[in-house]
């Protein structure tokens, strides 16, 4: 995790257990430097709970929250800076926007010792740039789920924090608005630069804004990195199948090259072999690996010339077609899911029985132990 | 008629009062997380379940000069306090006081807690948050207490006759008039003024009503019986 | 002469018709106006023990004005009783019942059901009530019919309303405006303990000199007639 | 201590009653689209502007043999209604009423109507959503309209006075036993009595409100004065 | 679109403006068969609000709704049936589950015509596909989004409705759940056959479920049929963008070549030529070609023996690593954005200023007009 020399930067060390709740306790020690960082887990995993404790909201049982040098909560020290005071901007899941107030005004709520002026004009930016200024004199009952998301996203931009906590905060946006946004917020992090906490389920929005990724699952963090780290190499099987991946297969290490950065393993009890990126294991070890659907390509002819190390020869045993994309499963000893267009489905005139050859290259390849 | 209008000003002002202190009393007691709480909600309720005139006798007792309240006026004042017009403002807000305090706790307590960790996210602190959140979005409740508040003490005459001692002019207000003469069977009289204050009462909360119709209605005003 | 002085009167409300026309009266004479507020006299001596602006206090027995003189808070010396009470027996102007040619055996027809008295724990009318019933020998027979006001005006009010079919009541308020169209029937004096009514002039009293002239008004010949006239007995002692 | 009992029956049964029959009335108010309504919002306040004995006043005209009501009770059941238990019951609801609905509109409308539609979608009829969602949730109401007009029936002694006429044991509530006992200079006697009904009006009110936290206070006690 | 011989198929065809609201009317009019139609539209579209006026929560100003052949609702004749009686279940984009009751009661609410029994059966049978049964007892407040979702969702699912509108169900769930909670509409839908009207932004769950889609924009259908046909071909610039295409490039058609079912077309100003999918153009035409990113293919010497028609030679003009993925923009004349694996990036060593060949399916180029 990269660490900047002297700049504030969000440490978190807690416990907490909810009221009444006995199998799940959050149990996390983390530090978020500058920028966005994501974090990502599954439902349930704990992070709300956690953005919740870092604003203040909820008291965790024990630990430490700091922002640089200046103490939050320190549960030795009895130590609790009320949430107001923590200047810290926190969009909601459930957004929470003031139902008695318009648009503007809810947007208006965080700045108060701001002149008249600069405040109008700070509004009328963020309305500009979330595309709702037509809606300012609206209430929240009579806008739009996406309308209402965008402006609790603004009413917290607005304001001049010492941290950002986005929980899912672009969910239920068209994908148009969403690369919009997605820019006013790099802009808006450029520009700032103070920690941000970003979470969300969709790998776009880690692609496209993730500096970091920090992964939770249960109460725990299982993983920390840049987002290619964390989630295209994951560590757990839970992890895999939330980031996404449609194979993964239980294979057994043939053997090293650690020259090339690779290893070969065969997958199941089939006679396929390929090679994967180098990992701390040895011969004989045991693991899965997690390929994509999407990372799969078909031929329907041997490749030539082709700089993939892994090709396999393969059998179609079935085809369906699930709106703009065609899922092929495809037999090779062990049965890969390959996603491909239309299109290439008739180019190649692939169909069930069909022999086929699959090109995998090796970095799509990972292992999860 | 002059004993309508000292009525007004009684009742506007007891009113008035009692939303000044019934609110912080009922913001208190609506998000305090003390586990006792309940016992003060009791007695708030209390004042109720005496006659008025008993209260009033208390409150006579009280505000006389051997009375604490009566020898703490005076030594502040340097007059009495029964038998003016403070004294009855004073009588009557601690006998309307939970009229006014029950359903600002009921509406204070039906305002989203999401609503409240927004606000202070947004640095907002507890008075601002009071202000701008809680108490537009319990204005049902205010208005109730307003209204509860200010006919109770318009029709309000036990403590009022005890404490005031119905002199003419100073204490003597509209209902303690009607009672008067109804009690001297005028009733004629008695009809006339009733019925005046009945319309009178009737346009201000007409008033209270439709004002608070037009800030409330628009947003909210969707689910109907059909 | 005294213009511009107001005397501030507490009266029990069973003289509150008498004492209105004896306070306009007193005004023609002395210029002083007098301000009547009428009510129940256990108020006004709790209010007057708690420092009242009443310069003079009518009450309606003559019990309270001796506690409140006990207590020092009369002037000296200036407690009197200026009138004794009288009771009737009332029925409304629509009733069938004659009252007037009956007297008590109209408290035993069947068409009166309820018989609305001042109750007697706390009223001196309702005493006087009861004792008279009991003298003329049909209180066992009454017992259930009888209801009580809280003072001897809610008790006409019961009759008048029409709720009771009858009412022991005051004579002064049978003579009142409002009930004066109804039939009344005198119970004889002698048929309860003299309903004896006190007055005496507050030693708070902020002008005591008006003060003593509206006792002494009140005694002189003129108050005693309006007294009189309005249903009131004259003590013989005074 | 018969007084006692009768003024407990009377404000249970008061208490009952109104909540049965404000209930509906308040919530035709909460939810009617009709624009005229705060003018029945207003009528319903007028009870509390006229002075209790003058209200008793009137209700006593009302049930006697010429009023309305004493006819109609007369022909149903052969007998008058003022000074019965059932004639203080009926002035008393009358009375008491806008304490009881006041509290209920306010708490009905504050409701969110997100979650009547979420209810009608899922094939809730008027009543099971009434029933099942919009009570529940008015609970801090509910429990402020009983506690306001069991209070206040308790203590009610002007319109109990007028129309009960005082009988041991039938309409002699405690509040009228107390005044009495003022009116008669028996304070020691008067304090005892006092007493002992703001003890036991304390022991109910405080199980309303312990059980009420109860019910009410696992899954909303978060935000809390710090 | 498809229609069935008999069965109670869902017509809508209606008007609506909201009070005080005049810049947004939605007028429709759309068949809805058996099965899964997805409602697809930018945020403010008039989604949430074509759904209220089906399930009976807002009045539409003129029109007819009926399932088969019983009327909901129909203006002339001032018939309208109470949402209560009309039988269709609605998730609601704000969930509204009831916050003083249980997750297991809330999902109760709707099941009351039958026996004790079945209920809890059927209940605790949805806590379990859901996997929320060890959140039974716990109130809406104290669980997390994703599990509120869920809860919403199986609420809504144990009735037997005659129709189903999901307004964005699936949306704050991680990849896993919702490919299970998926799979699990799909069994239901397979089981139940009834119209259902389906919310999402999300593409990914229109190809995982969608047997039809209808677009809707500005209050208005703008394209109904098959997904791809719909979302693929996008006939409108701004629906080209909600459904992800990241090229938009403007094109003059240069000639057909309908034996093939292509037709040649240059892009911009430029010298490029690309073969694109037959449309009713004639030579000289301008319109717009929307292309995915993720459907350009890079290759670092120019590919031979592929069945893939255009191959563009060109200049990597930038290249930018966002998380997973890297974007590179190449300059054949007309700039074009591609996404690339990392792994393709080392192996083909792909730098700014490298020579690169741009691959692209005919079939991924789509004209817009
Ligand atoms: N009650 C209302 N009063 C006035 N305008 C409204 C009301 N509800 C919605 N609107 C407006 O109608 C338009 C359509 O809203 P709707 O909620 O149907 O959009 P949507 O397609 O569901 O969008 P999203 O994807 O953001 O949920 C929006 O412009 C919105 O601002
Ligand atoms: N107030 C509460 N009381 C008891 N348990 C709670 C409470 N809030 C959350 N939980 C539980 O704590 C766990 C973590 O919840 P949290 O809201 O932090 O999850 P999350 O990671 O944000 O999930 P999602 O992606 O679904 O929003 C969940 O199992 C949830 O049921
Ligand atoms: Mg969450
Ligand atoms: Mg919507």
């Known amino acids: 995790m990269d660490r900047e020399v002297n700049p504030p930067v969000l440490a978190v060390d807690i416990r907490k257990q909810h009221r009444g709740q006995t199998s799940f306790v959050l149990d996390v020690s983390l530090e978020v430097s500058l920028g966005i960082t994501i974090l990502f887990g599954p439902s349930g995993a704990g992070k709300s709970t956690l953005l919740d404790c870092i604003a203040g909201l909820v008291r965790p049982d024990a630990g430490k929250i700091s922002i640089g040098k200046s103490v939050l909560f320190d549960s030795t020290m009895h130590f609790d800076v009320p949430p107001q005071k923590r200047r810290i901007a926190y969009v909601f899941q459930s957004l929470a926007l003031f139902p008695h107030l318009t648009v503007e005004k809810n947007i208006e709520y965080g700045l108060r010792d701001i002149p008249e002026e600069d405040r109008r004009a700070c509004v009328s930016e963020i309305l500009g740039d979330f595309r709702i200024e037509k809606l300012k004199n609206q209430k929240p009952a009579q806008i739009s789920g996406g309308e209402r998301q965008r402006a609790a996203l603004a009413r ?155 090709i396999l020869e393969g059998r179609i045993a079935s085809l369906e077609q699930r709106g703009g994309m065609c899922v092929a499963r495809v037999d090779c000893g062990v049965t890969f899911v390959a996603h491909v267009t239309p299109g290439a489905v008739r180019e190649l005139e692939l169909a069930p029985e069909k022999q086929v050859w699959l090109v995998l290259k090796t970095h799509s390849c990972h292992l999860v132990d | ?54 209260l009033g006798f208390y409150a006579l007792l009280a505000m006389g000069p051997r009375g604490p309240l009566g020898r703490l006026w005076m030594a502040l004042f340097g007059h009495g306090l029964a038998f003016t017009f403070s004294g009855l403002v004073i009588a009557s807000v601690v006998y309307s006081f939970p009229f006014a305090v029950q359903p600002l706790i009921a509406s204070f307590e039906a305002v989203d807690r999401k609503l409240l960790d927004a606000s202070a996210v947004l640095g907002a602190g507890k008075w601002r948050t009071f202000r701008r959140i809680i108490l537009p979005l319990s204005l049902p409740g205010v208005v109730t207490a307003l209204v509860l508040s200010f006919a109770h003490t318009l029709g309000e005459f036990g403590v009022v006759l005890m404490v005031g001692g119905n002199l003419a002019g100073v204490t003597r207000t509209v209902s303690i008039d009607i009672y008067d003469r109804v009690q001297s069977i005028e009733y004629r009289a008695a009809n006339h003024l009733a019925l005046l204050l009945l319309g009178i009462s009737f346009a201000v909360l007409c008033l209270v009503y439709a004002v608070n119709r037009c800030v409330w209605a628009p947003a909210w005003a969707r689910w109907t019986v059909k | 002469r005294a213009q511009g002085q107001t005397l501030r009167v507490a009266a029990a409300a069973d003289v509150k018709f008498a004492m209105e026309e004896l306070a306009a009266q007193f005004e023609s004479m002395t210029g002083i106006k007098v301000d009547i507020t009428t009510g129940s006299s256990g108020n006004f001596f709790a209010q007057i023990q708690s420092g009242a602006p009443f310069d003079l206090f009518f009450s309606a027995d003559l019990q309270y004005p001796q506690k409140l003189e006990a207590a020092g808070f009369a002037e000296p010396g200036t407690l009197f009783e200026y009138a004794q009470g009288q009771i009737v027996i009332w029925t409304p102007p629509d009733s069938t019942v004659e009252v007037t040619k009956q007297g008590w055996s109209a408290l035993l027809d069947s068409r009166v059901q309820k018989i609305a008295i001042a109750n007697p724990e706390v009223a001196p009318y309702g005493r006087a009530a009861v004792s008279a019933l009991k003298k003329a020998g049909i209180f066992e027979q009454v017992k259930t019919k009888l209801v009580y006001g809280e003072n001897v005006s809610q008790a006409a009010q019961f009759a008048r309303s029409g709720n009771a079919q009858a009412g022991i009541i005051a004579h002064s308020l049978a003579l009142s405006p409002g009930m004066k169209d109804g039939k009344a029937w005198e119970i004889p004096a002698g048929m309860h303990p003299p309903i004896e009514q006190g007055a005496l002039v507050a030693n708070n009293a902020k002008n005591k000199a008006a003060a003593l002239a509206f006792l002494n008004f009140v005694k002189s010949s003129l108050g005693r007639k309006t007294l009189e006239k309005h249903g009131f007995a004259i003590p013989a002692n005074r």
Chains 1, 5 share one sequence.
């Open chain 1, 156 to 310: 917290s931009l607005v304001t001049a924090p010492r941290v950002l906590l986005l929980d899912e905060p672009l969910t239920g946006l068209d994908a148009e608005l969403k690369a919009a946004i997605v820019e006013d917020l790099r802009a808006w992090n450029a520009a700032k630069r103070i920690p941000i906490l970003y979470v969300t389920h969709s790998r776009d929005e880690v692609d496209a804004l993730g500096e970091r990724v920090i992964a939770v699952d249960n109460g725990r963090i299982v993983g920390h990195g840049a987002p290619m780290d964390v989630l295209d190499a994951p560590r757990r099987k839970r992890l895999a199948q939330a980031a996404g991946f449609e194979n993964l297969l239980s294979a057994v290490v043939l053997g090293l090259r650690e020259a090339d950065g690779v290893m070969r393993v065969r997958l199941g009890d089939s006679r396929c072999e390929i090679e994967v990126p180098l990992a701390h294991a040895s011969p004989g070890d045991r693991g899965q690996i997690a390929i994509r659907a999407g990372d799969i390509l078909l031929a329907s002819e041997r490749p030539r010339g082709l700089s993939a190390r892994n």
């Open chain 2, 1 to 54: 008629m002059s004993s309508l209008a000292l009525s007004f000003e009684l009742a506007g002002c007891v009113a008035a009062i009692l939303l000044a202190i019934g609110t912080p009393v009922a913001y208190w007691l609506a998000y305090s997380n003390w586990r006792g709480k309940f016992l003060l909600e009791s007695i708030v309720a209390l004042p109720l379940v005496l006659p008025p005139t008993v």
